[in-house]
């Protein structure tokens, strides 16, 4: 591939840099998913079904505005995954609060429905990195990952912080043991890159969850009594920092829209 197409290439991608500040924010949506959606069915008494429905709705707006979007904008990217966070622990609590799923039937479940979307998108697409994520094909099986990630991982983290009662703060030493290990394997092994971020980012999701947990809940309960409120405020503060700078280092980077789908572009240093 020449300067030209990588740099269109890249240009062209509708997801971010994997840096410290993308854990960083992904983790930080991850609590706000978990307390935000506990804060609106408790503190404001929405109920669960009227959550989901709101939620829903919320987010397909979100989604609307991201699969118009030529290139990576980040505030419009950050909305899409904070939403997506949301429901995708909506959908996990209505399977078990509302019908009555086991928590282990969920976790199986999701555990699948990954695999499948990851088949699906191999088998269309040839890759699974998130480096050439254009509009159109590869956008939607992303996002469609990303979802079941969410749903996956509060179903994971519930089984082990909740229904094996080893609290929230033993639940997220796990969960980042777990994640240090994928990345020493990563890093030092030098396991591929692709199937390692991907486990990372399925990990994140029950160590940011188990977090809040942590944060928000009593003191009773085994946290540190910040309520759903102040946690929920707390992240979603530092989340629009970091989006904030994330916004003025793309202008200062001097990223251009263009238009047209490089599906022909080869995927740099994609790892299949």
Request: hydrophobic share 50%.
């Amino acid at each position: 591939m020449n300067d030209s197409n990588t740099s269109q290439a890249a240009l062209m991608n509708k997801v971010p840099v994997v840096t410290l500040v993308f854990w960083i924010i992904k983790i930080m949506s991850t609590t706000v998913g978990e307390t935000g959606a506990d804060f609106l069915i408790f503190k404001l008494h929405f109920g669960l079904p009227m959550t989901s429905l709101l939620m829903a709705g919320v987010l397909l707006i979100a989604m609307f505005l991201q699969l118009r979007t030529d290139r990576y904008i980040p505030w419009v990217y950050w909305l899409a995954v904070v939403l997506v966070s949301i429901v995708g622990t909506l959908i996990t609590d209505s399977l078990v609060d509302t019908y009555g799923v086991a928590l282990t039937t969920t976790t199986l479940f999701f555990s699948v429905a990954l695999l499948l979307t990851f088949a699906l998108w191999y088998a269309s697409e040839k890759t699974l990195s998130i480096r050439s994520i254009y509009r159109g094909r590869r956008e939607y099986f992303y996002w469609t990952a990303i979802l079941m990630t969410f749903a996956l991982g509060t179903a994971a983290g519930d089984l082990l912080g909740e229904e094996m009662d080893l609290g929230y703060a033993v639940s997220a030493l796990i969960f980042a043991a777990c994640i240090a290990a994928v990345a020493v394997a990563h890093y030092v092994f030098g396991f591929n890159l692709v199937a390692t971020f991907w486990i990372a980012y399925v990990l994140t999701r029950p160590f940011g969850a188990s977090c809040g947990d942590w944060l928000s809940h009593s003191v009773a309960k085994g946290g540190l009594g910040l309520g759903t409120v102040g946690t929920s405020e707390i992240f979603l503060v530092i989340i629009i920092a970091l989006v904030g700078y994330l916004t003025w280092q793309e202008r200062s980077n001097g990223r251009i829209q263009l238009g047209g789908n490089p599906q022909g572009v080869a995927d740099e240093q994609d790892a299949s």
